[in-house]
């Protein structure tokens, strides 16, 4: 089962919420992409639960499932499961969650170009709200599409522990012609640590042994904070 559910912040209660901050409201005005993950979800959702505004559900789902990777591959009965999620918005859930497999694989062309920094942090907005450490990477092909967005480590991550070997398989077995590494700090700090260099320098070695580019190493903070360090020159020569 997903984890229970702790009680809910005040400052969660749609009262405390500016009309023009909600969901609806943000993506009639500044459009769908400038919205984060939870925030899309929260549209889906509609609805929260008693005393709980939809996007604190939207957030606490993508937390308990491990994001939106995790969300895809979560049962409907699990869904079901989840204070707030009752039938109708576990088939909602799985319906979006179905035309989007069902886009990407029928017009390939259609998938996420990354022309810059941002536009990978934006499509790993939910990793701001995670407790855990995770590492992800983004797997592109030659003209920077995202084939896959794997989750290849959890926890503390230092060069002890993270075996670049692991890191690149599903690049390699994709065939991908280049990564961008990011990890989170559930601190909401993003300012990356002697480690995330000492790490990114490793990665980036391992990428030109095996031919794939290493694009990029972001670390994710809080909200929409990130950093990117191949702009700041960290680890990459």
């Not at 409907?76 to 179905?98: F, N, P, S, W, Y």
């Not at 920077?144 to 670049?164: D, E, K, Q």
């Amino acid at each position: 089962m997903l984890p229970a559910n702790p009680p809910t912040p005040p400052d969660y209660l749609l009262d405390s919420v500016d009309k023009s901050d909600l969901p609806r409201e943000r993506l009639l005005r500044l459009g769908s992409a400038a919205l984060k993950t939870e925030e899309l979800l929260a549209i889906v959702l509609r609805t929260g639960t008693q005393g709980e505004h939809v996007l604190h559900l939207a957030e606490r789902l993508l937390k308990d499932c491990g994001g939106l990777g995790g969300l895809a591959r979560v049962p409907m009965d699990r869904l079901m499961q989840v204070r707030g999620i009752k039938t109708a918005k576990a088939i909602e859930l799985q319906a979006v969650i179905e035309l989007g497999r069902r886009m990407i694989a029928a017009s390939p062309e259609e998938r996420p170009i990354i022309t810059s920094p941002a536009d990978a942090a934006n499509l790993l907005s939910e990793m701001s709200c995670l407790e855990q450490e995770i590492m992800r990477t983004l797997l592109l092909d030659t003209k920077n599409r995202v084939l896959a967005m794997p989750t290849v480590y959890r926890g503390s991550l230092h060069t002890t522990v993270i075996r670049v070997t692991e890191l690149f398989k599903e690049a390699v077995r994709q065939n991908c012609a280049a990564i961008i590494v990011a990890h989170n700090h559930p601190s909401g700090d993003p300012t990356p640590s002697p480690e995330d260099v000492a790490v990114t320098r490793e990665i980036v070695q391992a990428g030109k042994i095996l031919d794939i580019d290493v694009l990029d190493h972001l670390v994710i903070g809080a909200g929409q904070k990130f950093v990117s360090l191949k702009e700041r020159g960290l680890g990459f020569s």
